[in-house]
């Protein structure tokens, strides 16, 4: 079955804020299985236009990723979020076909 992500981009005006929603969301989001992949690390820019912070969130199926963001406990603590970021999510199904260049 394939894993489930978030994928957030994100400016941040008050990091000690977005300590506040991590702090509100690690319990939830533990709940689901949650494996942070990419949280804020050092980027390249090769292409525009682009946020300052990347995260990359790992989840067991697309439905739990799905599942976690839709709960009560998540909303609220988005609300922190929203409160000191602006960006943009997206939750998507993980892909388990070929690779290579027979793609």
């Known amino acids: ?3 489930g992500y978030w994928i ?3 400016d941040v005006s008050d990091m000690e ?3 506040k929603y991590r702090a509100a969301n690690r319990k939830i989001m533990t709940k ?3 494996k942070f992949l990419v949280m804020h690390g050092q980027q390249i820019v ?3 236009p682009y946020r300052s912070k990347q995260t990359l969130v790992e989840f067991p199926t697309f439905q739990d990723a799905v599942d976690c963001f839709n709960t009560s406990e998540y909303t609220e603590a988005a609300k922190l979020r929203h409160a000191v970021a602006e960006g ?3 939750i998507v199904e993980g892909y388990e076909g070929p690779q290579g260049l027979d793609l």
């Open 88 to 90: 943009s999510m997206v």
């Open 17 to 19: 804020g977005l300590m």
């Open 8 to 10: 957030a981009n994100s």
């Open 32 to 34: 689901y299985g949650a």
């Open 46 to 48: 090769p292409e525009r």
């Open 1 to 3: 079955m394939p894993k």
